[in-house]
């Protein structure tokens, strides 16, 4: 049963005969007094609640009330419905315990989507299991990894990925975070449907609106014909928006307005479309200390992270390296025609020790690279130490500069230069090594005035 607080009885009929029709059972209240009633007498599995009950817009009733839910029933979904220009008291509403808010006036297919998500969740049991048990159960091949917090992980992508609910997945670089995002589509209802990867942090504001929903012939200089956008393409699949921690302030207001009401315009297009997508995003940033900071919105944060998936660092997971080696011999051995490649005992005991800042792509990469250059059939502790680049790993070795002897922009400035020159003027590679995306480098190269001759990646 689903209990709508509302004082308008024209929201209140509207909303009750969207999700009737939908094969829901309705109640609803004009105010917080009658929703306790109803609520004493059978609880709701979820509850739609409007922020003010009278020509007061300051939202403290449906906030009293939020809390009071909270504080009997703290597993009970809650929507709250808000307009616009209160878009602030919703933020505050998620941070009470709402999970979801939606915007007046309302679409009914996100209403609808936002409901469904809501009550599944709600309903899905999460389990201890095995690798073996949970093998069983869901699609996870392309996932190395036995460690107890993976398994964990692992369960909750199998739990929620049969719901619509937008997935945000933190964690470092090279942590596997597209590879969780892909597991999520592979479990989902809409897995024989697109599954569209897009890097924010390539894509410069300029190019946004084009790159994201598309453009028609003649919207701006140089389009000489009609672009189909990522949104378009994603239509009844996933879309993967990884790096969204680099969306420039512009961009993600334009993001927000997508996701709130799942409509967008073609550039140089007046109408509308709708589009039907899974949305799962990805970070290495700290998005709260972003929000904190003001260069990312709070809003759009409570939009992307109705579950949050913490990668660990492989270092924090070391058990799984031997595991993740042997994966990746196995592929190589039929790569490079060498059937009879393995890795000594002592030598895996090596690579568990390492603290591989650059997680499991380092990882790959370092192995890969020992095959390449070495030429026995069995890889020893040399043969990986011989191709282990000077790593961030001993960065507390390093001697820093004295307080006041260097400012920050001219640290900056002297290791983008040093990246640059080592990586010979390779965009890609400069910017992986400095932790940063390619866009970003572009941004500081030009910020600085740094000259370059873009050498080939």
């Not at 979904?77 to 307009?83: A, E, K, N, Q």
């Not at 398994?151 to 739990?159: K, V």
């Not at 001219?410 to 965009?427: G, L, P, S």
């Amino acid at each position: 049963m689903i209990l709508i607080v509302d004082d308008d009885i024209a929201v209140r009929t509207s909303l009750a005969l969207l999700l009737e029709n939908a094969g829901n059972n309705v109640l609803a209240a004009g105010n917080a007094s009658e929703a306790l009633d109803i609520i004493d007498r059978q609880l709701p599995d979820l509850i739609i609640l409007d922020l003010n009950f009278s020509i007061d817009t300051s939202g403290k009733e449906g906030m009293d009330f939020l809390k009071t839910i909270r504080r009997h029933h703290p597993a009970l979904p809650v929507i709250l419905i808000t307009g616009w220009a209160s878009i602030e008291l919703a933020v505050e509403g998620m941070k009470l315990g709402a999970n979801d808010f939606i915007n007046k006036p309302w679409n009914n297919d996100y209403v609808l989507q936002s409901v469904k998500t809501l009550l599944e969740l709600n309903t899905a049991k999460v389990k201890d299991g095995t690798r073996k048990q949970l093998d069983k159960q869901y699609n996870f091949k392309q996932i190395i990894a036995e460690d107890p917090a993976m398994l964990a992980i692992l369960q909750t992508i199998g739990q929620v990925a049969f719901t619509d609910a937008s997935v945000l997945i933190l964690g470092e670089s090279g942590t596997g975070k597209e590879l969780i995002a892909e597991a999520i589509h592979e479990n989902s209802v809409r897995r024989n449907k697109p599954f569209v990867k897009v890097n924010l942090g390539g894509i410069s504001s300029s190019l946004f609106e084009s790159e994201m929903f598309g453009h028609v012939r003649g919207a701006f200089t140089d389009a000489r014909f009609d672009r189909t956008g990522r949104f378009e393409m994603a239509n009844k699949g996933t879309i993967f928006l990884d790096e969204i921690g680099e969306l420039e302030a512009g961009s993600q207001v334009k993001l927000l307005r997508v996701l709130q009401d799942r409509t967008y315009e073609v550039l140089g297009s007046s109408r509308s479309k709708v589009v039907d997508i899974r949305v799962v995003c990805a970070t290495n940033k700290n998005l709260n200390e972003m929000v904190g900071a003001g260069t990312f919105r709070e809003d759009l944060l409570y939009r992307i992270n109705l579950i949050t998936i913490k990668l660990p660092p492989l270092r924090e997971r070391a058990g799984d390296i031997p595991l993740l080696v042997n994966f990746f011999i196995s592929n190589l051995k039929e790569i490079y025609n060498r059937p009879l490649l393995s890795v000594s005992p002592a030598a895996m005991r090596w690579l568990q020790q390492l603290e591989l800042p650059g997680n499991i792509r380092q990882l790959k990469n370092l192995v890969e690279r020992s095959i390449l250059v070495s030429r026995k059939n069995e890889l020893g502790v040399d043969d990986f130490k011989s191709q282990l680049e000077l790593s961030p790993s001993k960065k507390a070795d390093m001697q820093m500069p004295g307080v006041g002897s260097i400012t920050l922009e001219q640290m900056e400035i002297e290791m983008v230069k040093r990246a640059m020159n080592f990586h010979q003027n390779k965009i890609t590679k400069a910017a992986a090594s400095l932790g940063i995306t390619r866009n970003a480098l572009y941004r500081r190269l030009e910020k600085y005035r740094i000259p370059f001759n873009e050498g080939e990646d």
